[in-house]
């Protein structure tokens, strides 16, 4: 089975909407579900002179509130200083509740999956189903999410989750795959010209508890090395 180039759709989507822009159409909204600051930088850099957008931080995953806290003033921050600029429509703001009960209640059974599995597919149903809902009811044309940017997401299954979520509550899906066409290296760009805080885990007790122990490992291993080579150097 051919794999859908998701980026190309989005490509020939823009396209479409700028023609239609130039003959007068209205310009369509986008309510777009945003993970964090670093990651909708190359987004919304993007859309946002094809969209009216509007971004929804909901991240119940996120597992302290300290980190919650901090990541969603940096997407704030992000946002503002991108409407000081008019980079292009102006770009609103929404939270969704941060109530990390949801994201355990989501995950329960899966806690051992390891990272980029099943507990992290059910974690981007949660999500996004919380923004097509939103999306229905509030009478967005689009909605989408920043995820696909990054290169340890499964975009082909987020996308997946999108278009069946769509036909559920009757709104159009946002396609993507942001990583592409230099994507994920422009957020990375992005990130430093803003000083925006990039975390190195993904936001929930499990992950961070994996990315912990990736740190130990490497450290052992490094310590290992040095305990090798500082030895060879005693008996050489």
Known sequence: MNRINYQRELEKLLERLEQEKETGKEVPSLFLHSCCAPCSSYVLEYLCAVFRITVFYFNPNISESEEYGKRVREQKRLIEAYNREGRGYPISVTEGDYDPDLFYRAAAGYEDCPEGGERCFRCFELRLRKTAERAKVEGYDY?????????????????????????????????????????????????????????????????????????????????IGYTANNRDKQTG
Not at 152 to 180: M, P
Not at 206 to 220: L, N
């Open 143 to 223: 909605f989408g999410t920043t995820l696909t940017i990054s290169p340890l997401k499964n975009a082909e299954k987020i996308n997946e989750i999108g278009g069946r979520l769509a036909q559920e509550y009757g709104v159009l899906w946002l396609a993507s795959d942001f990583k592409k066409k230099n994507g994920y290296k422009r957020s990375v760009e992005l990130s430093a010209q803003y000083e925006l805080y990039r975390q190195d885990y993904c936001g929930c007790a499990f992950s961070r508890a994996q990315r912990e122990r990736a740190k130990i490992s490497v450290a052992e291993k490094e310590n």
